[in-house]
């Protein structure tokens, strides 16, 4: 188990940009939260002032449609969470406020990076609680057509495998294993972007969907390859980057995982599938607390630096 105490932002953290779907400004601010609270929404700019609090777990979920939305959107909902999720669960950050005055979050640079660039800007703490987990006890699984998802019980942590297979010579089949951990996450998923291909743009824009994408944060693909100037940033990108929103979709657990995921030709959709199912078989996980490995009043308030690593830019 990497991590045995929670851990929160030593301060608050803002960032402003627009949304990918909506194409709307919106901006947010992550805030520390109090132990065992997990992962919330402070949704604002709703009509006449109001505001509401969404709890980020897969039971709020309301669409998984090329992106995750939890919430109701008749009364406050908040769009595209995957990748701020990611980037919380990849530095194993356990409890967050985010402070959100629109209903989709920043696409920022199309990746997790520039999320785990406000966290370290900030730092994190320890504080007074050890860590929850999640422990899969036996397999569950998920299908839709060729496309599966699954998890395993798994005793080093969480490890997550990812295949992809698209009909496409630009990105066919590719697979990435990743074991979960704050170098690894910064190093290999944190900075994989989001793509699409330039065929889909008039469909999606008439269905309202990528108002807010450009070549600035999307990787776009044109029958011939890529179009952004600047190419690829991994070379095998589009798997990283499903990896990445796994990543931030299986953070809705509510805990950190103790599994095997694996997921062939997956998405939004299979990944909070995967989750629904595991929590509907009270048999196929329990609830387990990290050990206690040094005095409580010692951890608390203090500093994490095996958490907040410095960006890594190779």
């Known amino acids: 188990m990497a991590g045995y105490w929670q851990v929160t932002l030593r301060d608050s953290a803002e960032l402003s ?15 520390p939260a109090e132990v065992g609270t997990g992962y919330s929404f402070l949704r604002t700019g709703l009509e006449s ?94 299908e839709n057509g060729r496309a599966f998802a699954e998890l395993r ?75 952004n100037d600047e190419g690829l940033r991994y070379a095998d990108e589009f798997v990283r980057h499903k990896t990445l929103d796994a990543v931030g979709d299986l953070a809705l657990a509510g805990a950190p995982l103790l599994a095997r995921y694996r997921s062939y030709c997956g998405g939004h959709r299979m990944n909070v599938a995967i989750l629904k199912a595991l929590f509907a078989d009270r048999s196929a996980y329990e609830v387990v607390e990290a050990p206690r490995r040094e005095p409580v009043h010692a951890a608390a308030g203090s500093m994490v630096p095996a958490y907040a690593y410095a960006p890594d830019l190779t």
Do not use: Y
């Open 153 to 227: 019980p798994f005793a080093r942590g969480f490890r997550l495998e990812v295949e992809i297979d698209f009909d496409t010579p630009v990105i066919g089949r590719q697979k990435k294993v990743v074991d979960l951990e704050p170098g690894t996450f910064r190093k290999d998923v944190s900075r994989a972007r989001t793509f699409g291909f330039m065929r889909d743009v008039e469909r999606l824009w008439k269905a309202g969907f990528a108002l807010g994408a450009s070549l600035e944060n999307t990787v776009a693909l044109g029958d011939d390859g890529v179009i």
């Open 49 to 142: 002032g109001r505001e509401r609090v969404i709890q980020a777990n897969h039971g709020a979920v309301s669409a998984t449609e090329l992106c995750t939305i939890i919430g109701d959107p008749s009364t406050g909902s908040v769009a595209t969470i995957e990748h701020l999720l990611a980037a919380l669960a990849g530095l194993g950050v356990d409890n967050v406020l985010v402070e959100i005055d629109g209903p989709e979050v920043p696409i920022m640079d199309g990746s997790a990076a520039p999320f785990v660039a406000a966290i370290d800007s900030v730092g994190l703490v320890r504080q007074d609680a050890t860590k929850r987990f999640i422990k899969v006890l036996k397999p569950v699984r998920v």
């Open 17 to 31: 940009g627009v949304g990918v779907h909506s194409g709307s400004p919106v901006r947010i601010v992550l805030h």
